[in-house]
């Protein structure tokens, strides 16, 4: 995805507070990292731990119904592959969460009468419904007979918004959406298209090969936590170079803390986006923030002056800049941009004005 896109797919997501978009490899492990960060922003919003636990289970459920109920489709049906994508969303003070993953066309009959029985029954009966699987058929090795989805319900108090879409003859993809929203404030158009909304994060998604995708306000926290969540998937991944993993892990930390310590606050966030993904075989990281107008002339110049230097040039620069302490300035080639010009082929980088005083800054590195 390149700069000028990675600007517009943020204005895509501009009303939401909080934007992770994941598709790749799904494991359980990966619930435990998601939930700490939806604590971290829900924590913004509300001091409630009852909603706490509700998203987290929710979130929960909604990864696990991609790990547990997703249907691996194979090259040999289409030629190629897809993977689920998980969408944890905060729109005000709504709370939304989507999945997408494969469903073999036959079972599709099977589960959208559930999901119709589900929607057409109130909160008594949805526990009763509960109550009444959990003693016929207890628990499968799926995941028992439709209990995520039932509980799925009884948390949010909202119906579940679902749709299929036909790959081919033997597959579909199954989008599941599902939204809590406590104090009912927010505008329900504003979800009116929402799986519409998650279709087309999905296109782009696939089409670009980005597994990875925040939006939000870069706090120190949120950055430690998105890092071991790639950290992890770095792990899982196999590289045919392992040189490529960490120079990898250097340049996104360098470039995720460049936004937690340096982007221009609107309404007190350090607000921005950040995709990673692969494209060409190459990986491609791309990040986006706002930036204050008169710091714009610097920050040119100092890229211009590090992307038309050597590497030995490079090298230099850097153990001097360690040997006299000037790590951390932003208007003088910080040590971090230092870092990831001498590990990369040239930083590239785009500047949208927003108005007189911000503009928007999006950076992207081909490894």
Do not use: W
Not at 28 to 47: A, C, P, R, W, Y
Not at 60 to 86: C, M, P, W
Not at 286 to 311: C, P, Q, V, W, Y
């Amino acid at each position: 995805m390149d700069t000028q896109s990675i600007f517009e797919f943020f204005n895509k997501l501009k009303d939401d507070s909080l934007s992770f978009l994941y598709h790749g490899f799904m494991s359980d492990e990966f619930t435990d990292k998601i939930i700490s960060l939806s604590e971290k922003n829900i924590e913004k919003i509300s001091d409630s731990k009852s909603i706490k636990h509700k998203v987290a289970f929710l979130i929960a459920e909604s990864f696990q119904n991609i790990v547990r109920h997703g249907d691996t489709l194979n090259k040999e049906d289409t030629g190629y592959t897809k993977s689920g994508i998980f969408v944890f969303r905060i729109l005000e003070d709504a709370y939304v969460i989507s999945s997408v993953n494969l469903m073999i066309n036959n079972n599709i009959e099977n589960v959208e009468k559930k999901l119709l029985q589900i929607n057409s029954l109130d909160k008594e009966q949805l526990k009763a419904l509960y109550q009444e699987v959990m003693e016929n058929t207890g628990m499968s090795e799926k995941g028992g007979a439709g209990l995520g989805l039932i509980e799925m319900a009884r948390k949010t108090g909202n119906k579940l918004e679902y749709e299929f879409e036909k790959v081919n003859e033997k597959y579909s993809n199954f989008y599941l959406q599902m939204k809590l929203d406590p104090k009912s404030t927010i505008d329900d158009n504003t979800l009116k298209h929402s799986i519409s909304s998650i279709k087309e994060f999905y296109r782009i998604m696939d089409q670009n090969n980005t597994y990875l995708t925040y939006k939000g306000d870069f706090t120190q926290e949120n950055v430690l936590i998105l890092l071991k969540i790639i950290e992890r998937n770095l792990q899982i991944n196999k590289f045919e170079h392992e040189s490529i993993k960490s120079l990898i892990y250097i340049i996104l930390t360098e470039l995720l803390q460049n936004i937690s310590k340096h982007a221009f606050s609107v309404a007190s966030n350090k607000e921005g986006i950040f995709q990673i993904g692969k494209y060409i075989n190459k990986y491609v990281l791309s990040t986006g923030n706002f930036i204050e107008n008169i710091n714009i002339r610097a920050f040119k110049d100092n890229l211009h002056f590090l992307n038309n230097m050597n590497k030995e040039e490079l090298n230099k620069l850097y153990f001097d800049k360690i040997k006299n302490g000037d790590i951390d300035d932003f208007g003088n080639a910080s040590l971090g941009f230092v870092e990831i010009a001498k590990e990369c082929d040239g930083i590239n980088y785009n500047i949208t004005e927003i108005n007189d005083f911000y503009s928007f800054l999006t950076i992207s590195i081909n490894l």
